[in-house]
């Protein structure tokens, strides 16, 4: 089945430093999204791509659709305490019931 | 608006025992999904609902798992018998489903904590 390729797997920052991370697939999706996971909760819609190219932000948040459509890039600036927590990617497939394909997360700390 | 709701929280049982979990999502959502999480990775697709219709159902193990959703809303996840691999979080998920398209952007709730002894 489609796999993602999430990297990196953790991640360990001063707080105001700028963090990015990615996702590629040798799949193409139609559909990028990045999700937060906090501990003990379910995971949080922060940004939703859905064409080639789509440069897209949400605050401090910035994500893009690949020109490939096998990719996926967030950037987060000036981090802050509050983000720390789990950040996963998920691709829709092009085919079929169009189901979501999770990474496997970067888990992001920050040091205050 | 109320998120999508889950219960329990958090459920504790021996091998080879049966659970279930309730979701209710968030009104109007038309397409509800259960997802399984195992510690460590991304959350992965077990069965999805259009209404009370299986759209996927492919990654679900049908010998032990069970879903329904009779009238379109609230859903059920049933496991018989647990095994110790299911000691996961168990996650629901709603989204809009308008004209032919369901749309991706799925709302998640709490999920429950499953342990298996």
């Known amino acids: 089945g489609q796999q993602l390729n999430q990297s990196p797997q953790s991640m360990f920052i001063q707080e105001g430093e700028d963090v990015s991370m990615n996702c590629t697939s040798s799949s193409i999706f139609n559909t990028w999204l990045w999700y937060k996971q906090d501990p003990g909760e379910g995971p949080v819609l922060l940004i939703a791509l859905y064409k080639a190219g789509e440069l897209t932000s949400n605050g401090r948040l910035t994500a893009q659709f690949g020109i490939t459509r096998k990719d996926s890039f967030l950037n987060i600036s000036a981090s802050i305490p509050s983000d720390v927590g789990i950040y996963f990617c998920?691709?829709?497939?092009?085919?079929?019931?169009?189901?979501?394909?999770f990474g496997q997360g970067t888990r992001l700390t920050i040091n205050p | 608006e109320a998120g999508v709701a889950q219960s329990p929280r958090y459920k504790i049982i021996e091998k080879r025992q049966s659970v279930a979990f309730w979701c209710n999502p968030i009104?109007?959502?038309?397409?509800l999904y259960w997802y399984q999480q195992i510690l460590g990775q991304g959350p992965k697709l077990l069965i999805q609902?259009?209404?009370?219709?299986?759209?996927?159902d492919s990654q679900l193990p049908k010998d032990r798992f069970s879903a329904e959703r009779l009238k379109g809303v609230d859903s059920t996840l049933k496991i018989q018998p647990a095994k110790l691999e299911d000691s996961a979080v168990y996650l629901c998920a709603s989204s809009l489903f308008i004209g032919q398209v369901s749309y991706n952007e799925q709302f998640f709730g709490p999920g429950t904590r499953l342990t298996v002894l």
């Open positions: 998920a691709g829709q497939t092009v085919q079929g019931a169009q189901k979501l394909v």
């Open positions: 009104s109007g959502h038309a397409t």
């Open positions: 609902f259009q209404n009370n219709g299986v759209v996927d």
